[in-house]
């Protein structure tokens, strides 16, 4: 069968491979069209494998809310450089499975690797991927998602993509006002980088290693032993409130805290849970 102009372009638009590719693949399977994109495709998944183990330290975080902010969904994804991290073909990979993931009950990345791709149940996450992978040249991979349901959810994407968070409230429904308050503890959440909501949700091994530094260094100052435990309790108060989101100095009005400020909106708001994405972190 002649492989015609019209016949290459035709699979170049369905495929995005190189004219050459195409008109390879075409005389490979006798002009047939859907046989031609299987080889292209099977093609590109044997690079894809090869470039699947390259370093992957650039990306995009990406949310998606329920229009009643009961439910929502953080995203990451990861590729090689930051150049291919900002093309639409990676902004658009981030944008279709963060809000296909708020359609599903998917709990890790394997079940979503082997789950049909959005709007192309033909082929599966994975298949998608390996698919941009040919297309890009790089690297790209699904690095952890967050799935949250409650009273209030609300998420926050900063620094075009480089850090995101998704964060749960209890207390109040999405008011107008709670949705603010909401809003600014998220952009908290990725200005401060707390590591737990309060110091009753920080976990004992954390807290015995910082006690455990604290405590050699004011040993090493030579003062005596009653005066190095003041130290060392004087130096975990100070840990608290960099390490508490609700002890943090609120970024909008330092001269309070997160709690405080909560406690100022009212609506027995109380901070239930965050998390917080950062590229590279």
Same mark, same amino acid.
């Given at each position: 069968?002649?492989?015609? %102009?019209?016949?290459?372009?035709?699979?170049?638009?369905?495929?995005?491979?190189?004219?050459?590719?195409?008109?390879?693949?075409?005389?490979?399977?006798?002009?047939?069209?859907?046989?031609?994109?299987?080889?292209?495709?099977?093609?590109?998944?044997?690079?894809?494998?090869?470039?699947?183990?390259?370093?992957?330290?650039?990306?995009?975080?990406?949310?998606?809310?329920?229009?009643?902010?009961?439910?929502?969904?953080?995203?990451?994804?990861?590729?090689?450089? *930051?150049? %291919?991290?900002?093309?639409?073909?990676?902004?658009?990979?981030?944008?279709?499975?963060?809000?296909?993931?708020?359609?599903?009950?998917?709990?890790?990345?394997?079940?979503?690797?082997?789950?049909?791709?959005? +709007?192309?149940?033909? =082929?599966? /996450?994975?298949?998608?991927?390996?698919?941009?992978? !040919?297309?890009?040249?790089?690297?790209?991979?699904?690095?952890?998602?967050?799935?949250?349901?409650?009273? =209030?959810?609300?998420?926050?994407?900063?620094?075009?993509?480089?850090?995101?968070? =998704?964060?749960?409230?209890?207390?109040?429904?999405?008011?107008?006002?709670? =949705?603010? !308050? !909401?809003? *600014?503890?998220?952009?908290?959440?990725?200005?401060?980088?707390?590591?737990?909501?309060?110091?009753?949700?920080?976990?004992?091994?954390? %807290?015995?290693?910082?006690?455990?530094?604290?405590?050699?260094?004011?040993?090493?100052?030579?003062?005596?032993?009653?005066?190095?435990?003041?130290?060392?309790?004087?130096?975990?108060?100070?840990?608290?409130?960099?390490?508490?989101?609700?002890?943090?100095?609120? /970024?909008?009005?330092?001269?309070?805290? %997160?709690?405080?400020?909560?406690?100022?909106?009212?609506?027995?708001? +109380? /901070?239930?849970?965050?998390?917080?994405?950062?590229?590279?972190?």
């Amino acid at each position: 069968m002649a492989i015609t %102009v019209d016949m290459i372009k035709t699979l170049r638009d369905r495929t995005n491979a190189g004219m050459m590719d195409c008109k390879k693949a075409l005389q490979e399977t006798g002009g047939d069209m859907e046989e031609a994109v299987a080889y292209l495709r099977q093609k590109g998944l044997a690079v894809a494998h090869k470039r699947a183990a390259r370093e992957t330290a650039e990306g995009q975080v990406w949310a998606f809310m329920a229009p009643d902010h009961r439910s929502g969904v953080l995203l990451e994804v990861n590729c090689e450089t *930051d150049f %291919v991290a900002k093309t639409p073909a990676f902004v658009e990979i981030g944008a279709k499975l963060v809000e296909h993931l708020a359609g599903v009950g998917l709990e890790t990345v394997e079940e979503l690797l082997a789950h049909p791709a959005p +709007q192309l149940p033909e =082929l599966t /996450v994975a298949d998608y991927l390996n698919d941009v992978i !040919a297309k890009t040249g790089e690297s790209i991979r699904v690095r952890h998602f967050t799935r949250y349901t409650g009273d =209030l959810i609300t998420a926050y994407i900063h620094h075009g993509g480089k850090i995101g968070v =998704l964060l749960e409230m209890s207390g109040a429904g999405p008011l107008p006002e709670t =949705l603010a !308050a !909401a809003k *600014d503890v998220a952009m908290q959440v990725a200005a401060a980088n707390p590591l737990a909501v309060s110091r009753e949700n920080l976990s004992p091994e954390e %807290v015995e290693k910082e006690k455990a530094i604290f405590q050699a260094q004011a040993r090493d100052s030579g003062k005596p032993e009653n005066i190095i435990e003041r130290m060392v309790t004087g130096r975990l108060e100070k840990f608290y409130k960099e390490a508490c989101l609700l002890e943090q100095a609120f /970024v909008k009005n330092p001269d309070i805290t %997160v709690g405080q400020f909560l406690k100022e909106v009212g609506k027995e708001l +109380q /901070v239930r849970r965050f998390t917080r994405y950062q590229i590279g972190a």
